[in-house]
């Protein structure tokens, strides 16, 4: 009896609490087919396995745990933690970011580094802006923070500035609040697929001077393009505006959880301030250095860059053989992932489960769109396909099962 009622309790203490209303927990995209069908799964965000450098993890860990293991096994690691603090902030030069290694914080992915943020700059009821569409998992931890969420469109070249721009003005008019900041990803969009480009980022950085707009640049994918040379990252063009973070879950292996946040001058007391994790593992942080001191990094990802390129290349050509005519999307110059936009009317939900038992998936576009604006359709026409993980080889066929079943619904819809 007492048994029932301690759960019970717990039950309405957590739905007193869950006031989540944004974004997805990324467990929520786990699909099961049906007995007997093989999914190629294009609803997953991960890397590809096989691109892990496991063997230069496995020596580097004997090595850095026979050489230092008493401090590394301590509170606060050994010294390597300062080195691998340096070697981020020199690696961020090729950004043109300029920063020393006290300035960078090491943090448990980069999703960490946006709960540092949250904690540090919203408090409950502050407007925080987005893109539309936006990644599910930084939705979700603003909008836990208490933040009010308010998005942006976005096209081919990234976030239309001169929308927020727009609303910069209004708000001056109207004497209302400025964001606590502006969350945006300029690379190789997850899940747009589109890089913010040149002419907009010099924009959007001269607003966020102009106005005393902070940035909050989520740079995961940087390193994963296509192009020989990357573009000036905001906070290269906005360094006072700018937090700027990034991670090597998509170069090394998400398993490490290592991310990294640079902020403005001044910003870094407060952000290590808001640390209540301990610190970050100071021995994967010391196995890190040892295997980046190990190898060459730039070899690496180039090698990374054309295995990707590979795998879109391969989904790209299926989706043009074999999606509806009013299919859209933007070729992505880097990352994982194709956006997909059908024709106005469509609801991409609906014909989910027959993609799944036909051997494919994909995420609904609402997942990456604010609640608010999904209750007026947003994201109902678009999905998110994800080139980095299933087998290549079976890409090709993925799409062209998906166009099999999205022509088949284009056709009922029509009807
Ligand atoms: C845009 C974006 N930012 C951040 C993250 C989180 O990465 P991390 O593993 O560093 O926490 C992801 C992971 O998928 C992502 O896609």
Redesign the pocket.
């Known amino acids: 009896m007492h048994h029932v009622q301690n759960s019970t309790l717990l039950e309405e203490r957590l739905a007193s609490r869950n006031f989540i209303s944004e974004g997805v927990p990324a467990s929520a995209f786990t699909t099961q087919p049906p007995e007997g069908v093989t999914l190629l799964p294009l609803s997953w ?1 991960l890397p590809d396995p096989d691109l892990f450098p496991v063997e230069p993890f496995a020596e580097a860990s004997g090595r850095v745990l026979r050489r230092e293991g008493r401090q590394a096994l301590q509170y606060g690691g050994s010294e390597s933690v300062g080195h691998l603090a340096e070697w981020i902030a020199q690696r961020a030069a090729k950004f043109g970011i300029l920063a020393s290694g006290d300035e960078v914080v090491v943090t448990n ?3 960490q580094a946006m709960d540092l943020l949250a904690r540090l700059l919203i408090d409950e009821g502050d407007e925080v802006w987005v893109e539309a569409p936006s ?1 599910f ?2 939705l979700r931890i603003f909008a836990s923070a208490g933040a009010r969420l308010r998005a942006f469109p976005t096209d081919g070249e990234g976030l239309v500035v001169e929308a927020v721009r727009e609303a910069l003005q209004e708000a001056v008019a109207q004497k209302r609040p400025f964001p606590k900041f502006f969350y945006l ?1 300029p690379n190789y969009h ?1 899940p747009a697929g589109c890089t913010l480009s040149r002419h907009r980022r010099e924009a959007l950085a001269d607003l966020a001077q102009m106005y005393g707009l902070l940035l909050v640049e ?1 740079d ?2 940087g390193e994963l393009r296509f192009a020989p040379e990357p573009l000036p990252a905001l906070k290269a063009l906005a360094p006072e505006q700018t937090f700027y973070m990034s ?1 090597f ?1 998509k170069t090394l292996a ?1 398993g490490v ?1 290592i ?1 990294w946040l640079i902020g403005p001058k001044g910003s870094t007391r407060w952000l290590r301030d808001q640390k209540a994790d301990g610190a970050t593992s100071g021995l994967v942080q010391a196995i890190v250095a040892e295997v980046l001191q190990g190898f060459d990094f730039d070899a690496h990802v180039r090698h990374l860059r054309e295995r990707y390129q590979e795998r879109r290349d391969v989904l790209v050509r299926g989706l043009r053989e074999a999606l509806p005519a009013e299919a859209a999307f933007v070729l992505p110059q880097g990352g994982f992932f194709v956006w997909v936009t059908l024709a106005q009317g469509v609801d991409v939900e609906h014909s989910l489960p027959q993609a799944v038992a036909s051997g494919v998936d994909f995420v609904p576009g609402g997942a990456f769109h604010l609640a608010s604006d999904r209750a007026h359709g947003a994201g109902k026409n678009s999905m998110r396909l994800c080139f980095s993980y299933a087998p290549i080889e079976h890409l090709e066929d993925g799409a062209h099962r998906l166009g099999a079943v999205l022509n088949g619904l284009s056709q009922t819809s029509a009807r």
């Open positions: 965000g992915g980069s999703s990644y998992g930084a990803m997850n989520d995961a994918y991670t879950s998400p959880r991310g």
